[in-house]
C-alpha cells in the first residue's frame, strides 16, 4: 500500500480493505499514484452492503474504475444482515459458480457475445469483519440502472427473463454432466430467507406488516386477500423450501432479482441487453423463484395483465433454446406442465413475499437512510423488525404508492387464479 493515497470516503473501508485494494491493483500491474472512494447509489439502493465506487488514479494519467462491495462492520447490522452468510455466498457466485457455467458455455462452442454475462471480479476478500469484493465497473459498459420506483416495462422484462433462462439452463446442465460440482456448490450457498422463517422476531415482524397494510386497504376485498398472508409467511416458506436442494427441478437461483439488482443497456431508451447483478440471495430451489419474485415486486398490475402468460412462454421457450446447446431438450428437463405447477404452488409463498419486500423497498432515499441508520443504533438485532416499517412515519406519497402496489398484487393474484 506504500506511495498510495486514498482519498474521500476513507472512513467506509478498513485498513486491511485498503491493503487488499492496493494489492490487487498491483496483482493487475496497474502503478496507482491515488485511489478515491465515493459513494455510489442512494441510500436504499442497497441495503445488505456498502456499495463504493473505487477510482484509482495511474500513472501516465489514466483512471482504473471498480465498483467495492462492503460488508458492515457494525455488529448489530452484521447480524441482522447476515453479513457472514450473504458476502460468503456472493463470493461463490462470482468466483467459482458463474465462471463455471461460462466454461460449459466455452465448451459448447459458444460466441463470446452468446456466454451469460456478470461483471468480472477482480477480488474477494473473505476476513470478517472486513469483507470486500471488487467488481467491473458496468457504467463502462454502458449499463444502466433504472428507477427503482418505475414498474419495469414489458421489454425490460423480457431481457431480465432471458437472462434467467440462461442461468437456470446451465444450472440444469451442470447438474447433468457434473453432479458432484453442482451438490458442492449447493451445499455451500446457505438459503437466507428459509434460515429466517423460524425465527419469531421475524415472524413479528410479519404479522405487524400484515396488520399495518390491512389497516391502510379501503376494499374488504383487499384486506381479505392480505388477512392471514404475512402471519402465515413462514408456514408457507417451510412447506414450500422443505427439501427443495433435492428436488428434481431445482436449480442455482438469483435469489434477488429486483430492479436495482439488474442493469441495462439502452437504445433510444429501450433495453436492448441486461445484466444480473448482486448474487448475495443465490440459493438453490425452483425456477419460478426468481421468476415470480421479479414479476409481482417489479412490474404493475396493467403490464402483467397484457404480457404474464407472454413472459412465461418466453421463459420456457428461452430455456429450450439455451439447453439445445448442450443437446438437451426443455420437455425432458423441465417440462411446462411442471413450470405452471410450480408457479402455482410457490404462488401463496410469493404473495406474501411480495407485500414484505414492497413494504421495504418503496422506502425513500431518506426514508431508508434513517431506517439503516436506526438499524446500526438500536441496541439488539431483534429489535431492527420494530424500526423498519410503521405507516405512519411515512409520507402520504409513499403511503399511497404501497397501497396501490398492494391492490395491483391482488388484482394480479385473482386474475391469474391464485387466490382462493
Not at 440502472?145 to 439452463?169: G, Y
Not at 414484505?356 to 423488525?385: F, G, H, T, W, Y
Request: charged share 25%.
Amino acid at each position: 500500500m506504500a506511495g498510495i493515497a486514498f482519498e474521500g470516503e476513507i472512513g467506509s473501508v478498513t485498513a486491511r480493505q485498503k491493503e487488499f485494494i492496493a494489492g490487487v491493483l498491483n496483482k493487475r500491474r496497474l502503478k496507482a499514484n491515488k485511489v478515491r472512494i465515493e459513494t455510489l447509489g442512494k441510500a436504499g439502493d442497497n441495503y445488505a452492503a456498502n456499495v463504493k465506487k473505487i477510482t484509482a488514479e495511474l500513472e501516465g494519467g489514466e483512471t482504473f474504475k471498480m465498483v467495492a462491495k462492503i460488508a458492515p462492520t457494525n455488529e448489530v447490522l452484521r447480524a441482522t444482515m447476515a453479513a457472514d452468510i450473504t458476502f460468503a455466498n456472493e463470493c461463490l457466485m462470482y468466483s467459482k459458480v458463474l465462471p463455471r457455467l461460462v466454461d460449459l458455455q466455452r465448451a459448447a462452442g459458444l460466441s463470446k457475445a452468446e456466454l451469460f454475462p456478470f461483471p468480472e471480479c477482480y477480488g474477494v476478500l473473505m476476513e470478517p469483519p472486513s469483507e470486500i469484493i471488487l467488481l467491473e465497473d458496468l457504467k463502462d459498459s454502458n449499463f444502466e440502472m433504472l428507477d427503482r420506483f418505475t414498474p419495469l416495462t414489458n421489454e425490460s422484462v423480457k431481457q431480465i427473463i432471458k437472462k434467467f433462462a440462461i442461468l437456470h439452463s446451465l444450472s440444469f446442465v451442470l447438474k447433468k454432466k457434473e453432479p458432484d460440482t453442482f451438490e458442492t456448490y449447493a451445499e455451500k450457498l446457505i438459503d437466507l430467507s428459509s434460515m429466517m422463517f423460524g425465527n419469531p422476531d421475524f415472524q413479528k415482524f410479519g404479522v405487524n406488516v400484515e396488520n399495518e397494510t390491512i389497516s391502510i386497504l379501503d376494499n374488504d376485498v383487499y384486506k381479505k386477500a392480505v388477512r392471514g398472508s404475512l402471519s402465515q409467511i413462514w408456514k408457507h416458506g417451510i412447506k414450500i423450501f422443505k427439501n427443495q436442494r433435492n428436488i428434481r427441478y431445482s436449480v442455482i437461483t438469483h435469489g434477488d432479482g429486483w430492479t436495482n439488482n439488474i442493469m441495462f443497456r439502452l437504445k433510444e431508451s429501450i433495453p436492448v441487453d441486461a445484466i444480473l447483478i448482486d448474487y448475495q440471495m443465490s440459493k438453490v430451489g425452483s425456477p419460478v423463484c426468481d421468476l415470480q419474485y421479479m414479476i409481482f415486486i417489479c412490474t404493475d398490475y396493467k403490464t402483467r395483465h397484457q404480457h404474464f402468460y407472454e413472459w412465461i412462454d418466453l421463459y420456457h421457450s428461452e430455456l429450450d433454446k439455451s439447453l439445445a446447446n448442450f443437446g438437451l431438450k426443455v420437455n425432458y428437463v423441465y417440462p411446462r406442465d411442471q413450470l405452471d405447477a410450480d408457479l402455482r404452488r410457490h404462488s401463496k409463498f410469493f404473495f406474501s413475499s411480495a407485500i414484505l419486500l414492497c413494504s421495504v423497498l418503496i422506502q425513500k432515499p431518506e426514508n431508508a437512510a434513517k431506517m439503516r441508520e436506526a438499524m446500526e443504533n438500536v441496541a439488539e438485532a431483534k429489535d431492527v423488525a420494530e424500526a423498519l416499517l410503521h405507516m405512519t412515519n411515512l409520507d402520504s406519497d409513499s403511503v399511497q404508492l404501497y397501497k396501490r402496489k398492494i391492490e395491483d398484487l391482488v388484482d394480479s393474484y385473482r386474475e391469474l387464479g391464485y387466490l382462493e
